[in-house]
DNA sequence: TTACATTAAATGTAAATACACAAATTTGCT
DNA sequence: AGCAAATTTGTGTATTTACATTTAATGTAA
């Protein structure tokens, strides 16, 4: 049963539909869980994984082109999300040194302790109805169906 | 390597982290496809779901609310959702007999003749990268993620 | 150096979305 | 019946998004 159940629907065309339907579902009910435990601390799902990039790269800078690149979700507009996130200052934008047109981002402490924060919360164990083995296991299917598995 | 790769990200937190971010990224991979195919015949990837729910209920007729349950992602506002598909004749609106707060919604014959144009671009052959023994797999899976699979 | 293409970021805009709330109808309770 | 609560859809509004365009800086080649 499962998503047939969820979206009561009792039939799909083939197993690739069911399982495109099921992705959808899936990622959709993972972002409200995320989005709902963000929204107390006044960001959104994009800011929150925006910060997450700045830190990984934490204290290097990251351009705004390169946070386009790797944004899960490749929005339209990285510029007014940094914007959002200044606004709030949580990250630091200067005019890069060696090319004039870029800028530089780097996450503050403030963004730091935020995120901090927020890895506390574990939301992931929202998750623990899987093995770590076949957290594994999911992750390189998923490769495999995009193709990218080598 | 494959997500590690594509958005340039050398290390996860845990297979919890990994898998959740490449949840995110294979369903933007996967919209990312059906936006571009559905794009030129002029419906939006929400539009086209609404259209396979009221499908899946031909010639009976479904209430906004139920499409609101049903739709994947789930939308603040079926209502001017399907005001767009009225304006586009893929569907008709009519007052419920029985119920004069609720609305029935059908899908038109031009309806389900575009969804019949869209069934025949077969972009799912895109998944064939997994076996349908895997797809079935992955679907149990992301079910067992969720924690409805029994 | 000048001309022209390319790149990076920002902006204008129309459309879509989230969220709160309003209006109409039905349901349930006494 | 009468009235409060719940249900269903629609609307107002601020935010976000997609997409095209603009501005500024850099690269390249004559």
């Given at each position: 049963m499962s998503i047939e159940k969820d979206i009561k629907?009792?039939?799909?065309?083939s197993p690739f539909h069911r399982l495109v339907v099921n992705l959808m579902y899936t990622n959709n009910w993972v972002c409200d869980h995320q989005t709902r435990l963000l929204k107390p601390h006044g960001i959104t799902l994009q800011q929150y994984n925006v910060l997450r990039i700045l830190r990984g790269q934490y204290p290097n800078p990251v351009k705004v082109s390169d946070i386009t690149e790797r944004m899960?979700?490749?929005?339209?507009n990285a510029s007014r999300l940094v914007d959002k996130l200044v606004a709030k200052k949580l990250v630091d934008r200067t005019e890069c040194p060696s090319d004039r047109r870029a800028v530089d981002v780097v996450i503050t402490q403030k963004g730091l302790n935020l995120l901090k924060q927020l890895d506390?919360?574990?939301?992931?164990?929202?998750?623990?109805?899987?093995s770590e083995d076949e957290a594994v296991q999911l992750s390189q299917m998923l490769d495999k169906l995009r193709g990218s598995d080598e």
């Open positions: 629907q009792t039939s799909f065309r899960l979700d490749k929005m339209s506390t919360q574990q939301w992931e164990d929202r998750l623990k109805t899987l």
